[in-house]
């Protein structure tokens, strides 16, 4: 083919293309049509093959025209959109709206139940006087377990062994960590609650890998363990809302001396002997483990033992919730089914 037809053709092309944009509709058009002549396999890209068989003069009187054609196209394309941008603005701008349509209502959320529970707990306590701490989920083995007269080879690890981060990192398995910082952080008198959310090996309907606890702590002089007894029957009266008794059974853990389990009367049945599945019979169930502060973690936050006495206790929020609603698996509060959740 000639030089000249060459160039005629192109100019030809450019023209053409011109006209199409001007008819095209959207930006999808547009930039199909910008395809169909600039592409690959466009017309304009076909033509300008031509150009690998000329000489080298006529090489660069082709090149300027296809740049020539390319830029007026690729304007053209800019132009196109920018008027349809325009175009849809002014439109949107003119359309009227309709006051009287009905709205869409957005289904309100709710605080989770487990939150609710935790917040009323705190508030529970902060009749008492107890102000809330806070630590962090992933703690030292020191201040889960070595603080805790829980040495390393200690039988009571395996009991509340846990997710290890590293052989010094663990993810709290239980939120008694929180006693220890804040004993190192103030002096007695101390009077706490730490709520949050603890981590264990455990898998079953009322054991859950991750679950809440709230430990309490009172620490001054003269603390006895009449007090623990008198705050825990509080909790469970105010949050039960009726005369449910409360009893201590002796148990173990490191840090406290003597040391008690919680149980509470069954919030279900008519006490021991029925065929309740909740207590499975005795007619009492477990919420917590506590006791009389060792002197061991006293010397460990360098407070005066000979002076303070204090009591702490760790309750497993889920448990409490469980009771007080009647839900018999722990892990409808975690699987975030509407169903189950709305009715809180
Ligand atoms: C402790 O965790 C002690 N730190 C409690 C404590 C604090 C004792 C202060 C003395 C002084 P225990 O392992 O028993 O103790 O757990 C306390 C409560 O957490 C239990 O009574 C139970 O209500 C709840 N709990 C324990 N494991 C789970 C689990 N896997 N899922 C749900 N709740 C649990």
């Given at each position: 083919?000639?030089?000249?037809?060459?160039?005629?053709?192109?100019?030809?092309?450019?023209?053409?293309?011109?006209?199409?944009?001007?008819?095209?509709?959207?930006?999808?058009?547009?930039?199909?049509?910008?395809?169909?002549?600039?592409?690959?396999?466009?017309?304009?890209?076909?033509?300008?093959?031509?150009?690998?068989?000329?000489?080298?003069?006529?090489?660069?009187?082709?090149?300027?025209?296809?740049?020539?054609?390319?830029?007026?196209?690729?304007?053209?394309?800019?132009?196109?959109?920018?008027?349809?941008?325009?175009?849809?603005?002014?439109?949107?701008?003119?359309?009227?709206?309709?006051?009287?349509?009905?709205?869409?209502?957005?289904?309100?959320?709710?605080?989770?139940?487990?939150?609710?529970?935790?917040?009323?707990?705190?508030?529970?306590?902060?009749?008492l006087?107890?102000?809330?701490?806070?630590?962090?989920?992933?703690?030292?083995?020191?201040?889960?377990?070595?603080?805790?007269?829980?040495?390393?080879?200690?039988?009571?690890?395996?009991?509340?062994?846990?997710?290890?981060?590293?052989?010094?990192?663990?993810?709290?398995?239980?939120?008694?960590?929180?006693?220890?910082?804040?004993?190192?952080?103030?002096?007695?008198?101390?009077r706490?609650?730490?709520?949050?959310?603890?981590?264990?090996?455990?898998?079953?309907?009322?054991?859950?890998?991750?679950?809440?606890?709230?430990?309490g702590l009172l620490v001054d002089e003269g603390v006895r363990f009449s007090d623990l007894k008198g705050v825990m029957l509080h909790f469970?009266?105010?949050?039960?809302?009726?005369?449910?008794?409360i009893r201590f059974r002796p148990s173990y853990f490191?840090f406290v001396e003597p040391g008690a389990e919680v149980d509470?009367?069954?919030?279900?049945?008519?006490?021991?002997?029925?065929?309740?599945?909740?207590?499975?019979?005795?007619?009492?169930?477990?919420?917590a483990g506590s006791g009389m502060v060792d002197p061991?973690v006293f010397?460990?936050?360098?407070?005066?033992s000979?002076?303070y006495t204090g009591f702490a206790f760790g309750?497993?929020?889920?448990?409490?919730?469980?009771?007080?609603?009647?839900?018999?698996?722990?892990?409808?509060?975690?699987?975030?089914?509407?169903?189950?959740?709305?009715?809180?």
């Open positions: 083919m000639a030089t000249t037809d060459l160039v005629r053709q192109l100019e030809a092309l450019g023209a053409e293309f011109g006209r199409a944009a001007g008819a095209s509709a959207s930006e999808q058009e547009i930039r199909a049509l910008q395809a169909r002549y600039l592409g690959k396999k466009g017309s304009v890209s076909q033509l300008m093959k031509e150009m690998g068989k000329r000489q080298p003069a006529e090489r660069r009187e082709l090149g300027a025209v296809f740049n020539r054609i390319k830029e007026s196209i690729e304007a053209e394309v800019g132009r196109r959109l920018s008027e349809l941008g325009s175009a849809a603005a002014i439109a949107d701008l003119g359309r009227s709206i309709d006051v009287t349509l009905p709205g869409r209502t957005v289904p309100p959320g709710r605080v989770h139940l487990l939150t609710q529970i935790r917040e009323q707990a705190v508030a529970i306590f902060a009749e006087g107890f102000e809330v701490a806070e630590g962090p989920q992933v703690d030292t083995d020191f201040h889960c377990f070595e603080a805790l007269a829980i040495p390393k080879d200690h039988p009571a690890r395996d009991m509340q062994d846990t997710f290890y981060v590293s052989d010094e990192v663990v993810l709290r398995p239980h939120t008694s960590p929180v006693q220890i910082r804040v004993m190192k952080a103030q002096k007695p008198p101390v706490i609650v730490a709520p949050g959310v603890v981590y264990r090996r455990d898998d079953d309907a009322t054991h859950s890998p991750m679950f809440m606890q709230i430990e469970v009266r105010r949050y039960f809302g009726r005369g449910l008794d490191p509470m009367q069954c919030a279900f049945c008519a006490g021991p002997g029925s065929t309740c599945r909740v207590c499975k019979g005795t007619g009492w169930v477990e919420i061991e010397r460990q936050v360098g407070y005066d000979e002076r309750m497993g929020l889920e448990r409490v919730a469980m009771l007080r609603h009647g839900v018999n698996d722990i892990k409808f509060f975690y699987e975030g089914d509407l169903r189950f959740l709305a009715q809180f």
